[in-house]
């Protein structure tokens, strides 16, 4: 896959397309995809114990879809056609139903990124307070960190603390400019992220909840 | 002072600890109390209190308790915890600080559905609320309130977390349960709703985080006391999630009824120093703007509805005089361009279009015909899609439209001659045209 | 389950008043009222409506939004408005959504003329488009597989294709990526989409999408013609419509037919019409000539077999393939019996006195039934390989109306996962099976014959418990309606066991004059029980008649053993190559060559026939074929020629009279008509059938009460057989069997289809394969008995160690060529 041209803010892809996928053929020289046989596909023990403790949960396993493919992409970095494949082989589906849902969510990475995602929320609130100008910073800091899946994304239900930045799941802002450096720093060093502004520490702004 | 009920020292150290909760009632009394009533007394309780729905269309509670099916069938409840709305972080804040709140109001829920198994559908993004949730169920497990024969009643209730994957729409309630099935997150067609066919083809009851949360409550106080606070047809309180451009962010627990400048500006302090209220949204980016105009309404769903506008999640998002409707605008349409399921024509196909004209106008590649092309665009998806989202994004880029029209235009024209501008700097003769 | 009653319903629909059966989909009703309301996503074959395309959305007095007819029951007393302007104007928009990034590539698409896009574009559309970006475009077509070519541009997502593969196939191979208008129909990695049924969702897709890669720019609709037959190529007998430009096939789509195939076909009915205009076909007749086979004249051919014929009279015996239709049958029994007074003649290759007693018509299931009954049990036959639509309706049952599924099948069966229970017993011990499963639901010793079978006798007690109160509600237990749908080779494992066995199952289930439940075989050549109809079997007439012949009359290997030793000399053989369809290649190579005469109808000159034919006649392909054939369930079905025959080829019927002419006997049949008539009047249950009756749906004749009376009472089976037992593999492995759906020459000669022909494999547990130290996709060697061939190791976890399955019906290293019940295996 070529990577996109950016044309008016479009990602373009050879021939105009602007989705990855939509230019590819099937290779003809594969197997057609079908429920992968635990006697040929080889699952690591603690992945397939993961996924199976999933499965318990439901009253029907296949609701473990979504947990079984993060438990998959934590151990290969992204839902990897191999990843897929021993998810599906435990699950008993096939390949495709797994990568159909993996294709759908945000979180579920269908092409290789960096293991380590990093958003920022570029919805309105957080537009509204500089959001872009932050990513667009981080990008400059971080383009080059191969480990790190930086992105801008949907809001993550921290307006009040805009503009923000989930590292890991970590959120933190209201993210200053001079903070940023810094907190690229982190971010690049696996450290904690500016713990100073970690929401989970945020005490209520709502003046009388503390009161009786 | 509106009185606190869900953020009552919600800042208390531990609270989010059984013990803690428990050393404030939490599971006591009024949890024995419930499900001592009879199951039609309960919903009944429900009912009175007036207690509508807070994840976003505001129908009443008990009400949609009270559709699911009697007798021996899998019933499901579902608390949908998907919280994707842009401007909203209410029900976040609140499972972190007190997450045995909402799973008390679970037990009760599921009582007065008879349903014995639950789920929390989280959005995957709350990972760390997702780990906080997770060990106050398994403390709730292993102090005996989920489980079988709960307080050594008839009810028995297995609860899991099942976190998202990132999709706004899993918070439409059929997609929800699609996803909760393992599924692709697309919504349902209506009917069958929930309450009869939900998930696993089994009745199931959905509600928001915060209305679960409230019940315990109800109970404590009594329907009729719960009643009393708040307007009519809007009872009792409601997490607001005030962001933007005011000066205090965040949640704040108000009496509904409560005028909306006191909150924007009361609460949250207003713009900055010098700044005005250009437009906000009242209830989440899907709610159609109101003008720095509209500041006195009454925050309620019913006044709100009047205003052609809605309460939706009570997510304020402010935007000051500085502000382009243009780019938020832009925004908001690419936001609902990106969370289309792409199941229904409409909705795939109209924010695709829409965001392409406002990239036009952006760029300066649209006249003011254009409007009148995305109006009727928006009004096209309007009332045609399978669920509302497609809806959510045509009405607010339709109030914008209509209530910016003059701003729109003039923007449409300086980015008309600017790109020409360039156009010409492009083609710089060496030569100077002859005029 | 009880089928769905409906009462009927006044509703109105544009003024209109129409009746209705309650709860019809409104789209469905308003056909009845002559109104049509436009639909993409609607397609009642796929299952539930999805509500997904908008295009059919209608105004219903006291709603206030528009609703979709697709998903609305129409009520007694509902008022719809088809015609307002806010429908049309909502239809308007919903055509110009669809078109924003579609191509309008008309001119060029497959589907130009026959494109519902079109159609509603035209018919509800607004005609002018505001949308002045300009559209997306890729690279198309893209293979999708070596069948079908996908061109994304076009799709209009409307989600048929990939419900079809999720919820008719079951496959879910073809899946949607990304969400959202970046959403896009595909596979997994880039994996081809393969799977038995892929071609349906050419049919399904409503504009140009999803276009056939062999049909693709040969014809547009108004060149062609459509021309309705039966498809012969497996006992599913599907309803086809043959597309045909110039004399030419080009086309097979499905002709929906409920009782038969509900309006789906597999891959291999789709496109292996290929074959009937492959340079393989035989087109005129060959004569051995000095050792090799030479053409030659009708008249030569035909003067020289009637010679060889009449030399040989009461010595030649006579085989039908199972392609051959019922009248080919019934004349080939007419030369062998009257004309040359022999009375050796088969097509099952099994007691036909067995299949007599199971295909009593107070047993018989109707293929429908396995859709509405409580449970199914699928007893020794792989459906997806034998007869694939029935696959699809089980499925649908399973899906739909909550049947309970059983399998008890030697090799793990594709519908295990779709089971409510799936039982195992080793390769050879089908007789002891069916007597223990017998036993646990009647009452006798089950331990012995579960242990014969190799099976798990707490699996068959649960096995008979579940069909034993799978009935109605979980509270009063009661047995319901059982559809136990069982393969005819069972007949041929340990047919003296398993015939006794089964109707004794059948009666304990209660299911001998039961509406809704009873047997269902799946016959191991198409037209197996038209044939057995026939009297194409040894001992019986047509009508299960008496022969009248005194002595034994052979069946297929009792045949094979007397050319061996001489006591016959000739063979007749239509549409048959007992080498490659018959149990015992070995022996069958030896019969053949120790034959003096051996006469053929041949489409394809397989090895078989190239080494031994002395006449070979070119046969009809079944796009060409006049006649009738009968389904598994009783349906005589018309074939009708779609096509001229090719070169030279003379319709069978005519052969066969014509030798009888020259052998001095007239049958007196001049056209293909009067055979059919002749039939019709020798076999008692056929009585009153004409052609015009069997018309394009068929005739289900045990469904007709006068007919069942019409049924000679079979003999009273014998009760003393013993089952065998199962060989213990002791280091050895236990050799079971399947023949692939792919297996099968058509396949190998449709150029589209060929890179589906099955290679020789062998499935094992991994279990075996660690013992044998061979991997999977390792070449080994399968020895036994003398004989060895070669396949690949196939790993299946869910097979049951100690036995192993070669496949049968393959050109080259078939099963057959191993006549062992134990293997050795060996790394090649
Ligand atoms: C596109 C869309 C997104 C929604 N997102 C949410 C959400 O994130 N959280 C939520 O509680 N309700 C959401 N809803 C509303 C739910 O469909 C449903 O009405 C609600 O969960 C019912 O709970 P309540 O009655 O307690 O409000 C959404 C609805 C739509 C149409
Ligand atoms: S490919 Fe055809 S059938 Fe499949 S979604 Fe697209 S338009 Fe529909
Ligand atoms: S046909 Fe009704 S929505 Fe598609």
Excluded at chain 1, 117 to 127: A, D, G, K, L, R
Excluded at chain 2, 87 to 110: N, S, V, W, Y
Aim: net charge negative; proline share 6%.
């Amino acid at each position: 896959m070529s990577t996109p041209r950016i044309v008016n803010g479009i990602a373009r892809y050879e021939h105009g397309s602007r989705v990855p996928g939509w230019d590819e053929a099937a290779d003809l020289t594969k197997d057609p995809a079908g429920v992968p046989d635990p006697a040929v596909v080889e699952v690591p023990a603690d992945l397939r114990l993961e996924i199976e403790s999933y499965m318990a949960r439901y009253p029907d396993s296949r609701s473990a879809a979504i947990p079984a493919l993060k438990a998959a992409q934590q151990r290969y970095g992204w839902c990897s056609p191999e990843a897929i494949e021993q998810a599906a082989c435990v699950m008993r589906l096939t390949p495709g139903y797994l990568a159909a849902v993996a294709g759908f969510y945000d979180q579920l990475e269908t092409r290789p990124v960096g293991r380590r995602p990093v958003y920022v929320c570029t919805n309105i609130s957080c537009s509204l307070r500089g959001a872009d100008a932050l990513l667009a910073a981080l990008q400059d800091e971080l383009g080059d960190a191969p480990d790190v899946n930086l992105r801008g994304f949907e809001c993550l239900g921290a307006c009040d603390i805009a503009p923000m930045v989930s590292v890991e799941g970590v959120y933190v802002g209201p993210v200053d400019a001079d903070e940023i450096p810094e907190l690229a720093r982190q971010i690049r060093a696996g450290d904690e992220p500016l713990p100073a502004k970690q929401l989970i520490n945020r005490p209520s702004q709502d003046p009388d909840a503390s009161a009786a | 002072m509106t009185q606190k009920i869900l953020f009552k020292n919600i800042d208390e150290p531990g609270l989010a600890t059984l013990d803690v909760y428990r050393a404030r009632g939490g599971y006591g009394e009024r949890l024995r109390m419930a499900l001592s009533m009879s199951r039609d007394a309960l919903v009944e309780e429900l009912k009175a209190s007036g207690l509508r729905g807070r994840g976003g269309a505001g129908f009443s509670m008990g009400t949609k308790a009270s559709f699911l099916p009697k007798g021996q069938l899998d019933k499901y409840l579902v608390c949908n915890a998907d919280e994707s709305e842009p401007g909203t972080f209410k029900d976040r804040e609140l499972m972190q600080k007190c997450p045995h709140m909402l799973i008390e109001g679970m037990i009760i829920a599921a009582y007065a559905a008879g349903a014995n198994r639950s789920f929390i559908y989280l959005r995957g993004e709350y990972e760390q609320q997702a780990d906080i949730l997770e060990r106050a169920v398994h403390e709730a497990k292993v102090a005996g309130f989920i489980g079988d024969r709960i307080l050594g009643t008839d009810l028995s209730l297995s609860m899991w977390v099942h976190r998202g994957a990132g999709a706004y729409i899993c918070g439409e309630e059929t997609a929800l349960l699609d996803s909760l099935e393992g599924k692709r997150g697309n919504p349902r067609l209506k009917p069958p709703f929930p309450a009869n066919q939900g998930l696993y083809q089994g009745p199931t009851l959905i509600n928001n985080v915060e209305t679960l949360a409230t019940l315990p409550h109800i109970i404590e106080m009594g329907a009729e006391h719960y009643a009393k606070i708040g307007v009519q047809n809007s009872t009792g309180t409601k997490l607001v999630s005030v962001s933007g451009h005011v000066q205090r962010p965040g949640n704040y627990e108000i009496e509904l009824g409560m005028s909306s400048r006191d909150i924007i500006y009361g609460l949250a302090g207003g713009p900055g120093e010098g700044r005005s209220v250009k437009l906000w949204f009242p209830g989440g980016s899907s709610s159609p703007v109101l003008t720095g105009d509209d500041l006195d309404l009454s925050y309620d769903f019913d006044t709100l509805a009047k205003a052609g506008t809605m309460l939706g999640s009570g997510a304020i998002i402010v935007a000051d005089d500085q502000s382009s409707v243009v780019d938020i605008a832009l925004k908001t349409a690419q936001f609902y361009r990106h969370e289309s399921c792409g199941k229904c024509t409409p909705c795939r196909e109209g924010t695709n279009w829409t965001v392409k004209m406002l990239e036009r106008i952006k760029s300066g590649d649209a006249t003011p015909m254009d409007l009148d092309l995305m109006a009727s665009v928006c009004e096209n998806i309007i009332g045609n899609c399978l669920c509302v989202l497609g809806d959510a994004m045509a009405m607010p880029i339709g109030s914008m439209v209509k209530k910016f029209r003059g701003e729109f235009e003039e923007y449409i024209e300086a980015a008309r001659a600017a790109a020409e501008r360039e156009l010409l700097a492009g083609l710089a003769p060496t030569q100077p045209v002859a005029a | 389950m009880p089928r769905p009653e409906h009462r009927s319903i006044t509703f109105t629909i544009d003024g209109r008043e129409v009746q209705a059966p309650e709860n019809t989909i409104l789209v469905d009703a308003a056909k009845l009222g002559d109104v049509e309301i436009p639909v993409f996503c609607y397609e009642p074959k796929l299952g539930q409506p999805v509500g997904a395309c908008r295009m059919c959305l209608v105004e219903i007095e006291g709603i206030p939004k528009l609703q979709t007819g697709c998903s609305t029951p129409v009520k007694d007393g509902m008022v719809v408005h088809t015609q307002t302007a806010r429908v049309k104007e909502a239809q308007a928009a919903v055509v110009e959504f669809l078109l924003i990034n579609h191509p309008l590539d008309c001119p060029v698409c497959d589907k130009g003329g026959e494109c519902p896009l079109q159609d509603i574009s035209y018919g509800w559309g607004g005609g002018t488009t505001r949308f002045i970006e300009p559209k997306r475009h890729f690279v198309k077509p893209l293979e999708l597989s070596p069948l079908i070519a996908i061109d994304r541009e076009r799709c209009i997502l409307c989600y048929r294709c990939v419900r079809f593969s999720q919820e008719v196939s079951e496959d879910y191979q073809l899946v949607l990526h990304e969400r959202g208008a970046a959403t896009f129909v595909g596979t997994f990695d880039g994996h081809p989409y393969v799977a038995p049924f892929s071609g349906n969702i050419i049919e399904l897709c409503p504009v140009g999408a999803l276009t056939s890669r062999p049909y693709r720019f040969r014809a547009r609709p108004w060149d062609i013609e459509g021309s309705g037959s039966v498809c012969t190529l497996c006992p599913a007998q599907c309803n086809v419509s043959f597309t045909v430009r110039d004399e030419r096939v080009l086309r097979v789509l499905a002709r929906q037919n409920d009782g038969v195939d509900d309006g789906w076909l597999c891959d291999k009915g789709r496109f292996a019409y290929q074959s009937v205009h492959s340079d393989e076909r035989v087109t005129q007749p060959l004569l051995r000539d000095g050792g090799e086979l030479r053409p030659v004249s009708w008249e030569r051919a035909l003067a020289t077999a009637a010679g060889l014929l009449k030399k040989a009279g009461a010595g030649v015996a006579g085989l039908a393939g199972g392609e051959s239709t019922n009248e080919e049958g019934f004349l080939l029994q007419r030369l062998i019996r009257e004309v040359l007074g022999s009375s050796h003649v088969d097509a099952a290759g099994v007691d036909p006195v067995d299949l007599w007693s199971l295909a009593r018509p107070d047993l018989q299931a109707s293929l429908q039934d396995v859709e509405y009954a409580h449970t199914v049990l699928v007893l020794g036959t792989e459906p997806v390989d034998d007869m694939p639509i029935l696959d699809l309706r089980i499925r649908k049952g399973v899906r739909r109306n909550r049947v309970k599924l059983a399998v008890a099948t030697a090799r793990p069966s594709s519908l295990d996962a779709s089971a409510a229970l799936s039982v195992r017993y080793a390769p050879g011990g089908e007789g002891a099976f069916v007597t223990a499963l017998t036993a646990a639901v009647y009452g006798g010793d089950v331990d012995a014959p579960a242990a014969a079978a190799g099976a798990d006798v707490d699996a068959i007690r649960t096995l008979a418990e579940l069909l034993r109160t799978g009935g109605g509600d979980d509270d009063n237990r009661a047995p319901g309606d059982v559809v136990i749908v069982w393969g005819t080779r069972l007949l041929g494992a340990d047919g003296g066991a398993v015939t006794p066995a089964l109707l004794k199952l059948a009666s304990g289930l209660a299911l001998t004059g039961r509406d809704g439940g009873g047997l269902l075989a799946v016959p191991a050549s198409t037209n197996e029980r038209g044939l057995l109809e026939a009297g194409v079997a040894p001992g019986l007439a047509p009508g299960f008649g008496d022969t009248g012949a005194a002595g034994e009359s052979y069946a297929e290997a009792g045949i094979a053993r007397a050319l061996r030793d001489g006591d016959l000399t000739a063979l007749y053989l239509l549409h048959d190559d007992p080498i490659l369809s018959r149990p015992d290649a070995v022996g069958w190579d030896r019969a053949l060559e120790k034959a003096t005469t051996v006469v053929a109808h041949a489409q394809f000159l397989t090895a078989g026939l190239r080494e031994h034919a002395t006449v070979v006649f070119p046969a009809e392909s079944y796009a060409e074929k006049e006649g009738t054939v009968t389904h598994p369930d009783g349906r005589v079905q018309r074939l009708r020629p779609a096509i001229g025959r090719q070169g030279q080829t003379r319709p069978e019927w005519w052969v066969l009279s014509e030798l009888s002419r020259r052998l001095g006997a007239d049958m007196g049949i001049l056209t293909g008509a009067m055979a059919s008539r002749q039939l019709f009047d020798a076999v008692p249950f056929y009585a009153g059938l004409t052609l015009d009756r069997i018309g394009g749906r068929g005739v289900r004749w045990p469904a007709d009460p006068a007919a069942a009376a019409a049924f000679p009472p079979p003999p009273e089976v014998r009760r003393d057989v013993a089952y065998e037992t199962t060989a213990t593999p002791n280091g050895a492995l236990r050799l079971g069997t399947f023949r692939s759906i792919w297996a099968g020459i058509e396949v190998e000669l449709s150029p589209a289809l060929t890179f589906l022909t099955p290679r020789q494999q062998v499935e094992m547990a991994p279990a075996d394969a660690r013992r044998l130290g061979v991997a999977h996709g390792d070449k080994v060697v399968v020895a036994g008995d003398g004989a060895s061939l070669e396949a690949t190791v196939v790993l299946r976890n869910a097979a049951s160690p100690g036995s192993v399955f070669l496949q049968t019906g393959i050109q080259t290293d078939a099963a057959n060529g191993l006549d062992a019940a134990l293997v050795e295996i060996h790394k090649a």
